[in-house]
């Protein structure tokens, strides 16, 4: 049966100014029908990790100086932090603009639904930068949230009438760098991954560029970060043995492949080995986490494709159901974010916290209800 229709207004989390009210449709989560991979190509192996890192818990009430707040990675030189994570729009509309640039030098990545059915990345630059990032796309409601929990700079292109509005509204406005509002950094780069592309698939930049803006508006500062996720080098010993972990969107199918040579996470996207142009390396991440959030269509149209799509309000904030994937193990438990300014952190059924790996994270938000997560 159909979802019942309900008026409501976007709640004041989302923004730190809050808009007028917005009617929005509550939506029934999707529930896809999952797909088995097929059997997959060899693909290249990333080369181990060797990062420095602290033995015992670290986090999440204190980081120490000397470790990436994102990463829970020691740094050799506390300087290599004193400046603000960047946050950068992605584009992953279809098969086509993959290999994407950067994603594999990002701390971190979110993996969301943009509107009819695809998904798209924000990808947080803040302990390393790199040469190339794209193809760049524009910015969606659940931006508004994201450069908050990092005090992050946010890069993007395009949005809605609606949607920039609220960016220009929010508290991290004069963190954005966007031709929206006339700013440079970017260009266009006809070559570069699939040369089959879109050509609105075709606007890159760098993280040098960005910072270099940032410094020019005096902005390229440490960031101020109230709370933060917890970290261990030893898995927890609680975990269910998994060695697969499949996120079926509607528009995309992900499939993680543990490798227990590295301790990362490989990815294929729509069953073929997902790349990074920039180097030609399979993505790989030392953990994935699958955040459930509740999503609700709202009233603000993205694009009249197909009769029209709409904007998808991902309620990151407050608490919801989480599964951790580290070290061939799968922990469930609950995430929280209870102030704008927070992170996401993490815990089990008794309120201990659940630490990652240090190394970089990848997220996937599904929406409350979702079935079409599979873990083998």
Known sequence: PAAPTTAVSIPAAATELPPPPVSVTQAAPPTPTLIVPP?????????????LVI?????????????????????????TLAHRPIAIKISNSSAVVRPQSGLNSADLVFEHYAEGGITRFTAVFYGQGTDLVGPIRSGR?????????????FAYSGSSAPVRDLIRGSRFFDRVISPDFGHDGF????????????????????????RRILQQRDLDTPP????????????????????SVEVQYLGTNVFWQ?????????RWA??????????????????????????VDTLILEDEVAGGHYS??????????????????????????????????????????????????????????FTGLTAR
């Not at 033995?55 to 300087?79: F, K, M, R, Y």
């Open 312 to 369: 998808i309000e991902i309620q990151l904030w407050g608490e919801g159901p989480v599964s951790i994937f580290r070290d061939g193990q799968r922990f469930d438990g609950r995430w929280q974010r209870v102030d704008p300014g927070y992170m996401l952190t993490f815990y089990d059924a008794d309120g201990n916290v659940i630490p990652l790996a240090p190394g970089n994270t990848f997220f996937q938000v599904v929406p409350l209800g």
């Open 39 to 51: 059997t997959l190509p060899p693909a290249p192996t990333p080369e181990a990790a060797t990062p």
């Open 258 to 266: 543990y490798d227990a040579g590295t301790g990362r996470y490989l």
């Open 224 to 243: 101020q970060l109230p709370s933060n996720m917890g970290f261990s080098a030893a898995s927890p010993t609680n975990g269910a043995p998994v060695n």
């Open 270 to 295: 729509d069953g073929e080995p997902h790349l990074d142009a920039n180097t030609n390396q399979q993505i790989n991440f030392r953990n994935v986490v699958v955040v459930a959030a509740n999503h």
């Open 55 to 79: 033995s015992g818990i670290i986090g999440p009430d204190q980081i120490p100086a000397n470790v990436n707040p994102l990463t829970g990675e020691t740094v050799a030189d506390p300087a």
């Open 187 to 210: 260009w266009r780069d006809y070559e570069i991954g699939n040369p089959n592309k879109p050509g609105w698939e075709t606007l890159y930049t760098n993280t040098d560029t960005l």
């Open 141 to 153: 409601l659940i931006d508004l949230e994201i450069p908050k929990m990092y005090d992050a700079a």
